[in-house]
Nanobody, 113 residues
């Protein structure tokens, strides 16, 4: 089983920045694609970005140019640098692999003031 622990969320001013982290432990698949997702109140969870183990990235159109995903393969940790935050970025942010592990972490709340 895999444990995913997200951190780094918080309250942020419009246009502000945050850096999220997600540490994976347990039965982690080697060279897995890692991704960020988010779920806003009353909405379904949506895809935000992914990064392959070799460094290729992809972003949802809504965050392209503002968010940057990175990872430290040695630490099984993935990051999400979020800049120029907008009210619509308010959500609980989760990480997972692609394809998804069965278990999800608790997520980290990002709220724009």
């Amino acid at each position: 089983q895999v444990q995913l622990v997200e951190s780094g969320g918080g309250l942020v001013q419009p246009g502000g920045s945050l850096r999220l982290s997600c540490a994976a432990s347990g039965s982690v698949r080697s060279r897995s694609i890692m991704a960020w997702y988010r779920q806003a109140p009353g909405k379904q969870r949506e895809y935000v970005a992914f990064m392959t183990s070799s460094g290729s990235t992809d972003y949802a159109d809504s965050v392209k140019g503002r968010f940057a995903i990175s990872r430290d393969n040695a630490k099984n940790t993935v990051y999400l640098q979020m800049n120029s935050l907008k009210p619509e970025d308010t959500a609980v942010y989760y990480c997972n692999a692609m394809p998804n592990y069965d278990s999800w972490g608790q997520g980290t709340q990002v709220t724009e003031k």
